[in-house]
């Protein structure tokens, strides 16, 4: 009992409650006289409890260190999300920044089978690309985000389960979208900034969700709808074909047998860049 109202009594005293409390009047033992308190604590030396100047005599060295330091504390800066869109972005845009360039884009992954191969790929010719990751693939995988993050590569979010977000609720689909932010951000250090619904399915609580957590809506120009293996020349054409300025190609590094994936990244693109494409990462909108 003794040393509870021991340690009551410190703290009372650290606080003001028993120097003056919310009057501003100083008590016994203080410093402040009627020219006011004295300045706040923080970081640097402060006297030492019960020596001249000191918070209030007798009360132990690290006392002060119950008192705020808000003078000390850095201004908040107000986070500027994006507008809630009602369609997603499907290109570049048309401006000089954007001539010649191309986006590639990769979903579902990572997947340790095929996701390392496609870096690999890219590593080679100098080349960084969008991987939206699904979070529950990256929760098993995070080496390869943060091997993502380290090559210059730019990680969209794409749910944790890829599930159809037109037949979820509301909580439901904040919650899919919300678990793989953060697990990224956990990995990388921050937090994905674009997002991109499975299977093209976007509705109103995809856009305002999305927006809520910082994120724009990126779809796609060309798919190569290499997720139904049709054959590697068949991906190689697709791309090839629909090759343009400005163009969004879509891809797969996980959800299924994407060798053929593979081998059509290390076929297309040095085709690509032959013909004088550049492959880049769009820029954000200005908020």
């Given at each position: 009992m003794l040393l509870r109202t021991a340690v009551f009594l410190g703290i009372a005293a650290a606080s003001g409650l028993l120097s003056g409390g919310e009057s501003g009047t100083p008590g016994p033992g203080t410093a402040s006289g009627p020219a006011g308190p004295a300045p706040a604590a923080g970081p640097g030396p402060h006297p030492a409890a019960g020596a001249p100047g000191g918070l209030s005599q007798g009360l132990p060295e690290r006392s002060y260190r119950l008192r705020p330091m808000t003078a000390e504390a850095?201004?908040?800066?107000?986070?500027?999300?994006?507008?809630?869109?009602?369609?997603?972005?499907?290109?570049?845009?048309?401006?000089?920044?954007?001539?010649?360039?191309?986006?590639?884009?990769?979903?579902?992954?990572?997947?340790?089978?095929?996701?390392?191969?496609?870096?690999?790929?890219?590593?080679?010719?100098?080349?960084?690309?969008?991987?939206?990751?699904c979070g529950?693939?990256?929760?098993?995988?995070?080496?390869?985000?943060?091997?993502?993050?380290?090559?210059?590569?730019?990680?969209?979010?794409?749910?944790?389960?890829?599930?159809?977000?037109?037949?979820?609720?509301?909580?439901?689909?904040?919650?899919?979208?919300a678990r793989t932010s953060e697990v990224v951000q956990q990995t990388v250090g921050e937090p994905p900034l674009w997002f991109r619904a499975p299977y093209g399915e976007w509705n109103r609580a995809a856009f305002e969700v999305g927006a809520e957590l910082g994120m724009?809506?990126?779809?796609?120009?060309?798919?190569?709808?290499?997720?139904?293996?049709?054959?590697?020349?068949?991906?190689v054409s697709r791309v090839l074909g629909g090759a343009a300025p400005?163009?969004?190609?879509?891809?797969?590094?996980?959800?299924?047998?994407r060798s053929q994936s593979v081998r059509a990244l290390d076929s297309y693109l040095p085709q690509l860049l032959a013909r004088g494409y550049r492959m880049t990462l769009p820029v954000l909108p200005a908020r």
């Open positions: 850095p201004a908040r800066q107000a986070v500027v999300k994006p507008a809630v869109r009602t369609r997603p972005i499907l290109e570049l845009p048309s401006d000089p920044n954007t001539a010649g360039a191309m986006v590639l884009t990769f979903d579902d992954g990572p997947d340790p089978r095929y996701t390392p191969a496609i870096l690999d790929t890219l590593a080679r010719y100098g080349v960084r690309a969008m991987f939206f990751v529950e693939m990256a929760a098993e995988n995070r080496d390869l985000l943060r091997r993502m993050a380290d090559e210059g590569h730019v990680i969209g979010n794409h749910t944790w389960t890829h599930p159809h977000l037109t037949r979820l609720s509301r909580p439901a689909l904040a919650a899919e979208i724009e809506p990126l779809a796609w120009t060309v798919d190569t709808l290499d997720w139904k293996e049709p054959g590697t020349a068949t991906i400005g163009v969004i190609v879509l891809s797969h590094d996980a959800g299924g047998d």
